[in-house]
């Protein structure tokens, strides 16, 4: 895996909880690179999902990295019991309650906590431009292109404007995108220098995970490979 490889990211959150292990070796043994971990305190997002323990045992069972998205009012004070957790990346909300005004302790305060990659993510209706004092400090930018909360919700092609306008502001990590990522919408988003590309119940609907995975990545690939390199 090279840094400009397209990661494919199955988004547990549309699994079968009855039996997360078998989801995860499912989707493992079809090709994804990473697992999107979806994280609601049901108060920065109107639901509620999964928190440490779950997430431990998740990693208990996965061979490939976590994606930890924390939709959370304190992405600070949980950040530790998520690295503990096993989280690979990370990935606070610049609109949490907690980090608002001090986005650059934040990630001082992840990195801190054993983080081994930092994200930072944005609601739809969040400029690119409030990361500017943290983009050369975040591993990762993950532009949310739904409202979070939810799995199943329609893309927000206005969003993706945001990706260039990252790479115009000096950012050189990983972009990431998550929310309504299909066969439909994942062309544009790679065209815009998405790298990341979180899908729920694109995948865990399909009946054949690995012919979508790989069908994903190969427009993903073609789509980014047109790209200017940043
Ligand atoms: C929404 C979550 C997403 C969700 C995506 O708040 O952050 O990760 O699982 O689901 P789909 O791919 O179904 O839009
Ligand atoms: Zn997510």
């Given at each position: 895996?090279?840094?400009?490889?397209?990661?494919?990211?199955?988004?547990?959150?549309?699994?079968?909880?009855?039996?997360?292990?078998?989801?995860?070796?499912?989707?493992?043994?079809?090709g994804?690179?990473?697992?999107?971990?979806?994280?609601?305190?049901?108060?920065?997002?109107?639901?509620?999902?999964?928190?440490?323990?779950?997430?431990?045992?998740?990693?208990?069972?996965?061979?490939?990295?976590?994606?930890?998205?924390?939709?959370?009012?304190?992405?600070?004070?949980?950040a530790?019991?998520?690295?503990?957790?096993?989280?690979?990346?990370?990935?606070?909300?610049?609109?949490?309650?907690?980090?608002?005004?001090?986005?650059?302790?934040?990630?001082?305060?992840?990195?801190?906590?054993?983080?081994?990659?930092?994200?930072?993510?944005?609601?739809?209706?969040?400029?690119?431009?409030?990361?500017?004092?943290?983009?050369?400090?975040?591993?990762?930018?993950l532009?949310?292109?739904?409202e979070?909360?939810?799995?199943?919700?329609?893309f927000?092609?206005?969003?993706?404007?945001?990706?260039?306008?990252?790479?115009?502001?000096?950012?050189?990590?990983?972009?990431?995108?998550d929310?309504?990522?299909?066969?439909?919408t994942?062309?544009?988003?790679?065209?815009?220098?998405?790298?990341?590309?979180?899908?729920?119940?694109?995948?865990?609907?399909?009946?054949?995970?690995?012919?979508?995975?790989?069908?994903f990545?190969a427009?993903?690939?073609?789509?980014?490979?047109?790209?200017p390199?940043?």
């Amino acid at each position: 895996m090279t840094s400009s490889d397209v990661l494919i990211l199955p988004s547990l959150l549309a699994c079968d909880f009855t039996r997360i292990a078998e989801e995860v070796e499912r989707v493992e043994a079809a090709g994804a690179d990473a697992l999107h971990v979806d994280v609601m305190d049901g108060h920065f997002v109107p639901n509620l999902s999964i928190g440490p323990p779950v997430v431990s045992c998740v990693h208990k069972v996965a061979k490939v990295p976590l994606d930890v998205h924390l939709m959370i009012d304190e992405p600070v004070r949980y950040a530790k019991d998520y690295v503990k957790a096993g989280a690979h990346w990370l990935t606070f909300h610049a609109e949490a309650p907690e980090v608002l005004g001090d986005l650059p302790g934040a990630v001082a305060a992840l990195r801190a906590a054993g983080a081994p990659q930092v994200g930072v993510s944005i609601k739809p209706g969040t400029a690119p431009e409030v990361l500017a004092p943290i983009l050369a400090d975040v591993d990762l930018v993950l532009v949310m292109s739904v409202e979070p909360g939810f799995g199943g919700q329609s893309f927000m092609p206005e969003v993706l404007g945001k990706l260039p306008a990252l790479r115009a502001l000096g950012f050189q990590g990983r972009l990431e995108m998550d929310g309504g990522l299909a066969a439909g919408t994942i062309p544009a988003c790679a065209a815009m220098g998405c790298d990341m590309i979180v899908a729920g119940s694109a995948i865990f609907g399909s009946d054949d995970f690995a012919g979508t995975i790989s069908r994903f990545r190969a427009m993903a690939q073609a789509a980014l490979a047109g790209q200017p390199l940043p």
